[in-house]
């Protein structure tokens, strides 16, 4: 394992805006640079570096982080290649925290089954290849749907053969169980073993990086299942990979628009029309995971699936998916094609011209969306119209905040007849979860308070190590990142002076090492300063130097890192500070300048029935007094 304080010494050194630039043309503009997006398809720049604060943010797709990230989402380094290409360009050494006998012996073993894997998987390729050209049948079949002889080699469709154990001829140690792990090779209960493809055009699927995972297999003769795709192995997981994208990249990038289609064959066939810029998910749902790997590429997508159940049934699936990830600046649109249609017969039958004008007029998802509902309830009855809203409840609150969810909101009010203010508190009402407050005469600074967190901001600030509950509290199964639903952004939600002190140690993280005692309990106390108290515990532990570098320590999937995300727009847009110790000073003092005020209110209310309330009322008031910078009385 890297240890975190290597990380933190190489982003001190390495310059955010050197490794970007030898990826994207950036020009100067004010105290950042600029340019063209490489994780999206745009013609006018909106890519932004930050030399002073060593971050990359993307007003466009959203893409921010540090020189790690960017090499890890742009190239496809893992994360360990990624630090030894940093570190290398710097003249540092990796490190590597010493781990155990079993767990060396592990990390090499997954390391020989990767390399062998892929070994297996590039040799079966090879010989699906050359198969294909000597299989008339096969050939005759490509021709017969339409497909070149160059479409066919750049996608690297082959020829499986009929033998039960073709294979066999190419792995003379056909019963090692790696052929069978790499999905290859199937074995019977009984202990027989065959080739997984049989009598099948191949399709080598690739991840973004251009290495063979997995393939896929069509039949070209009567016979069930028609398609069949390799099984999930270490390589090869249905719900991340998507087929055709390593080879459509330059494509998608040149029409600023990906086509998601159903299979691989309207993949390549729609490449002989010249409609190069299509993708297909390998036999299931659309996921999360397939969202965020689209949105990489371009911001414009357009799904297309036949026109039948299954289709449909497939394309609100793709719907439900992408809901979370829409911005004002996405496109979803979603073509239907008539029954008994795929892309590639609708091409055959009617002309490439056709479908390139249906794809102009796909539907966009939000008529889709409102469009689907409506038709599932009597719209005309006061019944069906609340139960539309009932229906429309958990989707809408998947879509982030911005003009598009504003723009559906309203439609939909419309539709079921309510105003949009009544539909909006009807969306709001679901039950929330508060955090648990402390009573107001407990949060005064001047008053100490035995708190948990508190002590584990003490505990931060003096070992280095963070003793808080873990704020991983909506990371998905297996790693997937989703967006927090309405409920859950509601609980993220950050007041105005939580976002002022929060840019504030962002941009100077040197202010850690000057809070005072009595600042860290106001902020360990203040129920609506939970995320600064995060950020201060994040930064002791880690000694991060700047913003990108705090970016690249936070959990990735916590409700912080959600939060910073957020901020990622004003960071860029904030002018350094001539005096940032004075606004953070300044910015504390009107939070206790409030607690003070609000803490006499409840005092007041109560009657100042006894001595020990008229002690501290008047306590407060010279505090307040104090804050306001006026005598005392």
């Known amino acids: 394992m890297i240890p975190d304080s290597f990380i933190q010494e190489l982003l001190a050194r390495v310059d955010v805006a050197d490794v970007v630039g030898r990826y994207v043309t950036l020009r100067k503009a004010g105290a950042n640079l600029l340019g063209l997006c490489p994780f999206h398809s745009e013609k006018t720049p909106s890519f932004t570096v930050s030399p002073n604060k060593q971050f990359y943010h993307c ?43 079993a767990q060396q012996a592990a990390r090499k073993q997954r390391q020989r089954q990767t390399q062998q894997h892929h070994h297996l998987l590039d040799t079966a390729q090879a010989h699906y290849q050359a198969q294909l050209k000597e299989s008339p049948d096969a050939i005759a079949y490509l021709k017969q749907r339409g497909l070149s002889g160059k479409v066919a080699a750049y996608y690297g469709l082959g020829w499986s053969g009929g033998g039960r154990q073709a294979l066999s001829a190419v792995f003379p140690e056909y019963d090692s169980s790696a052929l069978v792990e790499c999905g290859l090779v199937i074995e019977a209960d009984d202990g027989r073993r065959y080739d997984r493809f049989r009598d099948r055009i191949t399709f080598p699927i690739r991840n973004v990086r251009g290495h063979i995972v997995g393939f ?6 009567a016979g069930e299942p028609k398609y069949l795709n390799s099984p999930e192995t270490p390589l090869f997981q249905k719900g991340r990979e998507l087929y055709g994208l390593y080879e459509a990249r330059q494509a998608i990038r040149r029409e600023a628009c990906v086509l998601i289609v159903e299979g691989y064959m309207d993949v390549v066939g729609l490449a002989c029309y010249g409609i190069d810029y299509a993708v297909a998910t390998l036999g299931t749902a659309t996921t999360a995971d397939h969202i965020q790997r689209l949105l990489r590429s371009s911001n414009v997508l357009i799904f297309s699936f036949d026109g039948d159940r299954a289709g449909q049934a497939a394309a609100w699936r793709a719907l439900e998916a992408s809901l979370a990830f829409l ?22 039958e009617h002309g490439v011209e056709a479908f390139r004008e249906a794809l102009s007029n796909a539907v966009p998802l939000s008529r889709y969306l409102l469009d689907t509902l409506s038709s599932r309830h009597a719209m005309d009855e006061a019944e069906g119209r609340a139960a539309c809203v009932h229906d429309a409840k958990p989707l809408l609150a998947k879509l982030p905040d911005g003009s598009l969810r504003i723009q559906i909101e309203r439609e939909l009010a419309d539709r079921v007849r309510l105003t949009p203010d009544e539909l909006s508190a009807m969306l709001a009402a679901e039950p929330q979860h508060e955090p648990t407050h402390t009573s107001q005469s407990q949060t005064f600074v001047g008053q100490p308070v035995a708190s948990e967190q508190h002590a584990a901001v003490q505990a931060a600030s003096q070992t ?69 108290r995060e950020l ?40 350094e500070l001539p005096s940032p110790q004075a606004e953070w000073d300044d910015a504390l003092a009107r939070i206790e300048l409030e607690l003070v005020r609000t803490e006499q209110s409840n005092l007041i209310a109560s009657g100042l029935t006894t001595q020990a309330d008229r002690e501290r009322y008047q306590h407060l008031s010279k505090r307040l007094a104090q804050l306001r910078g006026a005598p005392a009385y």
């Open 327 to 348: 911005r004002d600046d996405v496109v979803v649109r979603f073509l239907f094609l008539p029954d008994n249609h795929d892309p590639d017969s609708y091409c055959q």
């Open 216 to 221: 896929g297999g069509r039949l070209i003769r």
């Open 59 to 101: 007003f466009g797709c959203g893409a921010h982080g540090s020189a790690i990230s960017f090499l890890i989402e742009h190239t496809g380094a893992t994360f360990p290649e990624a630090v030894q290409t940093l570190a290398a360009s710097v003249g540092l050494s990796v490190p590597h925290e010493p781990r155990s006998p």
């Open 536 to 575: 201060i515990v994040l930064m002791h532990s880690t000694q991060a130097h700047h913003t990108g570098a705090l970016l690249q320590a936070v959990e990735p999937d916590s409700e912080l890192a959600e939060v910073l995300r957020g901020l990622s727009t004003d960071l860029l847009e904030q002018d």
């Open 464 to 532: 280095g190590v963070s003793n808080t509950p873990s704020t991983s509290a909506y990371r998905s199964k297996q790693g997937q990142q989703v967006r927090p639903s309405r409920r859950q952004r509601q609980a993220l939600a950050v007041i105005p002076m939580a976002k002022r002190l929060l840019r504030l140690l962002l941009t100077h993280p040197e202010l850690i090492t000057h809070i005072n005692d009595q600042q860290l309990e106001m902020i360990t106390q203040s129920p609506n300063l939970k995320w600064v």
